[in-house]
């Protein structure tokens, strides 16, 4: 065959086609790729995320909850061309908080109410949305909207918790419907749970938590239900129950009932839910647990001497396998400001100087960064990361708070760092593999804490007899119909240090020495959660309407990305197809629910329109929604009713009403624009629920036909206010 091309013919047949290719010296084409079901995360595949770092496959996206990721395509030196790739509608105008998740391709992630939403990663085209069918009657008992903080895929199904209670197991490929369990110990009006957070896997089991503990009757408890099946595996209660029903229904809790005052209020349940922040250890095989408030939230009202109240405001370690307590650290014993422990936590490995430790990390809303051993529970370190008074210092040894007396709101009005809202919230942070730093949506704003029990106000559904007003709300003349008399807020402040207002810092922390390496102001104190990145990237969008970028070393701006919504939730970043995406939910409210919306945000300027905006190299500009204008006020109805008849209805109003409906530019209609249909079907919508499918819950259990008389005619004579006030200010917002 000198001198002539060489050929090689091999016999038909797959093998013998390959032995042909070999005696030829042909490598044999490569296999296809093997077609993975949708949804399909295992436990393999979780523990070795960083093998595929294009992939997202929890809220967190690993099973650590890091929101980092590896991926370098975007850095600092290509980030100022980031732009538009495409939006998704989800056609709500509420609180979106959920990180999505993205698997092999596909997003999922969650709305209001529980919704389900599967969407094609790269192009945006809608897959499926599930929906869990959820009674608007359960909008009342939800303290801060009717959010949903995320799913958790697992071997081709999708897990949510929907408002009303309820577990979901949906197919990661169709969006139909597996099974759907009951997760409350009791259904009833006088037990009002929900359920907010995002369910977490632990091996064969999904964990569960509920909301509640703002209102009277909720018992904080965590449970595990069966992947399989949906069977309830075990349930762990937070907090005792009435001592006088006999002996503690679970081991742990006969050492934590002698933490409560005897005479405590066993009727409002104790509180102390996981709302949020739950985390899972495979190797140790334990699930980490924050628990919220205790209920109610003054503990020492009527001359009750109070305790530390376990497990309340506390970080727990559960046995996965049983539902035993391992271990528990309460970060604020005695806890009467709302500075509830349930903050996403980050699991990691950090030196102390003798070696790596398994640790769990957590911005506690009472403005102390804890390192605890994950395994027993030990401090390794505790810092103050933002500015605080409601406590003197931790002791240096025990870690427990000093009291300051400047802090008892007992004694009359006091201002107090960190407010209800605390130092850090819900909004995620993010622990980066690259800086070792981790980057901290921190709040500084102060609360003027008001004990109600025995001023007009009373009882404030949702907050119980203590108010906390921001200082911005502050105006003890317009609160004199509601809380009596006032110290004005310079006698509040004397002695303060503080800038007393209320704004959102991004700070970049050492874990390991607890110094703040450097911080960027943010647009609001309400902002959204945190996503880094191996492309040394920190991104945060605001209430602005912004994504912002910095450098995750320095902190400095790198760039801004205008997305015209509102952000609370975090980001985060997936590839598909070589192509490197941000994406992020944008869509204001949660615990701003009752709050009007601030006149710079770009949920007041384009009317929160939720979406799902994704971001890519070289994208073009997002698009602008129209914006909102302002409307005037049409002629309200007569006003037919005494001045006794409006104070009573401000005063239910503000029980009941006004933690939702804002009298101003809000989340939720302003009542004062109501039309003349809407008007006329008023105590049909109020009493017996005439709305419920709209959202609006049914209220007669609670109020009678003279209250919502009541309640009307406040609205009515604040109509007339707004409409007389329009002809010389203009409309009012």
Known sequence: MTGAART???????????????????????????????????????????????????PGRDGRGTYYSPLTDINAGNVDRLGFAWEYSLGSRR???????????????????????????????EKWVYDPEVDGQWGRYACCDAVNRGVAVWQGRVYVGSLDGYLHAIDATTGRRIFKVDTLPERSPKHPYTITGAVVIAGDRVIVGSSGADFAGVRGYVAAYSTDTGQLQWRFYTVPRDPHLGPQDQPHLTAAVATWDPRHRWDAGSGATVWDGISYDPDLRLVYVGTGNGAPYNIREDGRRGGDDLYAASILAIHADSGALAWHFQATPGDRWDYDSAQKMILADLDFGHGPRKVLMQASKNGFFYVLDRASGEVLAAHQYAY????????????????????????????????????????????????????????????????????????????????????????PQ????????????????????????????????????????????????????????????????????????????SGRPLAHVALYGSVMAAPMTYRVAGTQYVAVLAGYGGGNLGMPLPRDSAAYRYGNNGRLIALRLGGSKVPEPASVADVPFEQPPPLA????????????????????????????????????????????????????????????????RADAEAIHAFVVEQAWQAFNAQRTTGPPR
């Not at 931790?394 to 209800?420: C, E, V």
């Not at 503080?498 to 020495?513: C, F, Y």
């Not at 102001?521 to 912002?548: E, I, K, Y």
Request: charge should be neutral; proline fraction near 8%; glycine fraction near 12%.
């Open 8 to 58: 090689c013919r091999t016999p038909l047949g797959a093998l013998l086609t390959a032995l042909g290719m070999i005696a030829c010296n042909r490598t044999p084409p490569p296999a296809p790729p093997i077609a993975l079901p949708a949804g399909a995360v295992t436990p393999a595949r979780l523990e070795g995320i960083d093998r595929e770092p294009g992939e997202w496959l929890t």
């Open 95 to 125: 609180g979106l908080e959920a990180t999505p998740v993205v698997v092999d391709g596909a997003m999922y992630f969650s709305g209001n109410f529980g919704r389900v939403y599967a969407l094609d990663a790269a192009t945006g085209r």
């Open 388 to 475: 605080v008074n409601w406590t003197l210092g931790l002791d240096p040894t025990t870690h427990r708070p000093r009291p300051n007396p400047r802090a008892d709101y007992l004694t009359g009005p006091k201002l107090i760092f960190p407010g209800m809202a605390g130092a850090h919230a819900w909004q995620p942070m993010s622990f980066s593999a690259s800086t070792g730093y981790v980057y901290v949506p921190a709040i500084e704003a102060a609360m003027v804490f008001i004990e109600t029990g025995r001023r007009p106000a009373g009882l404030v559904e949702g907050m119980f007899t203590v108010a906390g007003l921001a200082v911005e709300d502050y105006d």
């Open 478 to 553: 317009g609160l004199a119909h509601l809380m009596g008399g006032l110290p004005s807020l310079d006698t509040l402040r004397k002695d303060i240090p503080a800038p007393v207002r209320s704004r959102g810092v991004l700070r970049a922390l050492d874990p390991v020495s607890g110094k703040i390496v450097w911080e960027q102001p943010s647009a609001s104190w309400w902002d959204g959660g945190v996503l880094s990145t191996g492309g040394g990237l920190v991104f945060q969008g605001d209430a602005a309407g912004q994504m912002n970028v910095y450098a995750a070393a």
């Open 641 to 704: 009713a005494t001045p006794n008849a409006v104070a009573r209805g401000e005063v239910l109003y503000n029980r009941y009403c006004a933690r939702c409906h804002v009298l101003g530019r809000g989340i939720l209609p302003d009542l004062r624009r109501m039309s003349r249909a809407t008007d006329q079907l008023f105590y049909d919508i109020v009493l017996n629920g005439a709305y419920v499918s709209k959202g609006m819950a049914r209220w007669g259990d609670v109020l009678s």
